[in-house]
């Protein structure tokens, strides 16, 4: 099964969100069904096969998120940064401002799904195949 250390080498290859695609076909390799990113301190929880899941914890200081969710921003911010007009921690904050709670990253329907403070889901993305 894969650890935290193999995820966190594949992520360190991110620069935009232009390369996240590959991203997802690399931790997909190592047997990585899904993640939840948790927006408001960053932190990640990972699920693989038979039930196995591993966590990393919290990469800033906790933010504040949104009471008021709206989808068109955090689809507004996206494109943004899938266009590389943001770095990932100010993506985070962009997100928390829009009332984005989590996402989840889903390797197997390859979506990657924003939901709110009530686990509505506010946009769901098609992850691109990439260049892996």
Request: with cysteine; hydrophobic share 35%.
């Amino acid at each position: 099964m894969f650890t935290v250390e193999q995820i966190k080498a594949a992520h360190k290859k991110v620069k935009s969100g232009a390369d996240f695609p590959n991203y997802v076909q690399e931790i997909k390799a190592l047997g990585l069904v899904k993640y939840e990113y948790l927006v408001a301190d960053g932190r990640t929880i990972y699920y693989g096969d038979d039930n196995f899941t591993t966590e990393a914890p919290s990469i800033y200081p906790e933010k504040r998120i949104n009471p008021i969710s709206s989808a068109s921003t955090i689809e507004q911010v996206i494109r943004e940064h899938q266009q590389g007009k943001s770095d990932f921690l100010t993506f985070c904050q962009l997100a928390a401002d829009a009332g984005v709670h989590h996402w989840e990253v889903n390797t197997q329907t390859m979506l990657c799904t924003y939901v709110d403070s009530d686990n509505k889901p506010m946009l769901a993305e098609p992850i691109p195949q990439g260049n892996y």
